[in-house]
Nanobody, 114 residues
Framework: QVQLVESGGGLVQAGGSLRLSCAASGSIFSINAMGWYRQAPGKQRELVAVITSGGSTNYADSVKGRFTISRDNAKITVYLQMNSLKPEDTAVYYC????????WGQGTQVTVSS
């Protein structure tokens, strides 16, 4: 089992920045990749960014150039630095760990006001 604890969400004005953190514990040796998904009201959950155990990254087109995913292997923590935030980035952001199965955090609300 893998446990994920997220932090860092909140309310920010358009153009502002936030950094999300996700700390993993448990069977961390089984994790192949970690990432962030988001779900806005009335919409499906979508991939925002992912980073593999080898350090490769991938981003949704809508966040490229604005968001950066990184990891601290010593702390088993993944970060999502979000800059130039837009109202359409408003959503619940979920941390994800891909191992034998997908594990999810509890979610953290990000609200961007116009």
């Amino acid at each position: 089992q893998v446990q994920l604890v997220e932090s860092g969400g909140g309310l920010v004005q358009a153009g502002g920045s936030l950094r999300l953190s996700c700390a993993a514990s448990g069977s961390i040796f089984s994790i192949n990749a970690m990432g962030w998904y988001r779900q806005a009201p009335g919409k499906q959950r979508e991939l925002v960014a992912v980073i593999t155990s080898g350090g490769s990254t991938n981003y949704a087109d809508s966040v490229k150039g604005r968001f950066t995913i990184s990891r601290d292997n010593a702390k088993i923590t993944v970060y999502l630095q979000m800059n130039s935030l837009k109202p359409e980035d408003t959503a619940v952001y979920y941390c994800n760990a891909a191992a034998v199965k997908f594990y999810w955090g509890q979610g953290t609300q990000v609200t961007v006001s116009s």
